[in-house]
């Protein structure tokens, strides 16, 4: 912005100050005249007159000499109006500064394990889940030009569990084929919270990613749980939490960086926002894990979402959820964090059972959230009017309910989506007030049985190059849901032997979803992962885990892309 003076405020600034006539030589001086201004006629005794055409002449100067007097202040005025601003005032265009590329970092929650009785607080302590229980970390990581980056799986302690490429030094030339290549961690057993790192290479970030699975056959944590290695951050939202009885909800607040990390939370139920003592100010020091019990912070709660903000260094945050009802186990489940709120949020792999079972399970006291449901928070003060679209194999279904709620400002509004026939649906909603979202689904519908249950948190829209681990065993799928035009989507298997197959392509209608069966071997290899990249209409996805035989379900949502080279403006100035 520029500061322009008008002349007409500088002008009337200068005629403000009144002009002192001096006498002429010879002359005496003017009486004081006080009560007038200038310019008001004076009398003819109080002036003293000039003798003969000498004082005709005088006064005729000394009028010209007002004049240009006056004039020099005009000229004096324009020219300060004309003149050009200081450099300091121009706008000038933000520079672009390059940010160098930082190395990729995914942390994999730690094992499913029971708590243990703990005294008052909110700090967990844990003991050993089950004699089937079994953890497995799989994680696939991209070069291209025959070079893989430096990459590698360790412990939060930093101790290395495996060596997926070492640093190759000199980055491939512009020149160099760019056929793609990956390391991989093929289904590697793990017993903590593990950490994969990859190395930038040629100033861009790697592609890289994991994700871990829990399985148990028996015990109180029996189902399977399965959660991505998540990238740390300083702003995250988790939804889809329950601390009623049976219910147990602990979240885990991982730093993988060197720098110490305070975390707030905040924490949003169906009543409105909870103040809860105990939830700022958490300390989490470089290299550990702090587990919160949110039935300490937020106890009888059926629906809750946690907002997790860090000062210092980033963290990773996930939760762990497991379901007891009466004596039966009513599922595991390790919920992620899901898009940041905004207007539109979208799920896809949410697996319905037969609405006619779910309703008879759902009806008996205990079941009431096994059965599928949509989960929304608001985190602003205004209330959002929420559209939601069910889209399946066939097209668009529409909800029993509807599909258009409000959901109140500051809380936790829970969606039913009972009623829906079964199937795979890509649920979208969307509003002009920005919110979170999570979808429910459930697996089994035999009160009294072991079932399971899953969270599928909100996805980013596909884009190139998404690294999608595969966990290995069970029944697997790629689910992909296009909204509102066609989508194309091609995925190319990343195997144990770390090669990437020739990708296959598959063409979406707008405003369906289609599931892919993930074979176990490609080319005689086991499959790891896969590439994926889509073009044309919006698309989102995810993996979908079960296990043969029993009722199993897991949700992965696909990872954001690796950035490319990035820049930022700079603006100089004081």
Known sequence: MHDHTPPATAQSDAGTQPATKQPAAGEKPAPERTGTGTGRKASGRGATRLPGAKGRAASAAGVAAGVLILAGTGAVVAAGSLTPHPETSRTVPAAEAAVPAGASVGVC???????????????????????????????????????????????????????????????????????LLAGVVADR??????????????????????????????????????????????????????????????????????????????????????????????????????????????????????HVRSAGGPVAASIQQSVLRGLAPGGVDFISPGAAPAVRQVMTGVDIQDPAGVAALTGQPGYRDAGPALELTVPGASDAVVEIKLYGRDGQHALPSGGVITAKAGSTTEVSLAGVPAGQYTVAASSDVSFVAAARMGRGLQAGQPLDVAWA??????????????????????????????????????????????????????????????????????????????????????????????????????????????????????
Not at 146 to 168: F, N
Not at 202 to 218: E, F, I, L, V, W
Not at 473 to 487: E, H, I, P, S, T
């Open 109 to 179: 929650p730690g094992p499913a394990r029971l708590l243990e009785g703990t005294d008052a607080g909110t700090d967990a302590q844990f003991r050993p889940e089950s004699a089937t229980a079994a953890t497995r970390v799989s994680a696939a990581v991209l070069g291209a030009g025959g070079v893989l980056p430096g990459s590698r799986l360790s412990g939060l302690d930093g101790t290395a569990a495996v060596e997926i490429a070492k640093d190759p030094g000199a980055a491939p030339t512009a020149g160099t084929p760019q056929e």
């Open 457 to 574: 948190a909100s996805a980013v829209r596909l884009g190139s190059q998404h690294v999608v681990p595969v966990p290995k065993g069970g029944l697997r799928q790629l689910v992909f849901g296009a909204l509102d035009a066609r989508a194309t989507i091609t995925y190319a298997p990343i195997t144990a032997d770390g090669k990437v197959r020739p990708a296959a392509t598959a063409d979406i209608a707008g405003g369906t979803t289609a599931s892919i069966s993930i074979p176990a071997q490609a080319d005689g290899a086991d499959v790891v992962g896969y590439v994926v990249s889509a073009s044309g209409g919006a698309a989102y996805g995810a993996v979908l885990v079960g296990q043969d035989g029993r009722n199993d379900v897991s949700s992965l949502a696909f990872l954001a892309a690796a950035a490319g080279r990035e820049t930022v403006p700079v603006t100089l100035g004081y």
């Open 189 to 306: 057993a793990v017993d903590q919270v593990n950490v994969l790192s990859a190395n930038a290479l040629a100033n861009q970030n790697a592609s890289a990613a994991g994700a871990m699975k829990y399985t148990a056959s028996d015990g109180d944590l029996q189902g399977s749980a399965a959660a991505t290695c998540a990238q740390p951050s300083n702003d995250q939202w988790l939804a889809g939490a329950a601390t009623t009885l049976g219910r147990t909800s602990v979240l885990a607040l991982t730093n993988a960086s060197s720098t110490p990390a305070t975390v707030s939370l905040e924490l949003f139920g169906a009543g409105g926002q909870i103040q809860a003592p105990g939830s700022r100010g958490l300390l989490v020091a470089p290299g550990t894990t702090r587990s919160v019990v949110l039935a300490g912070l937020a106890p009888n709660e059926s629906q809750l979402s946690v």
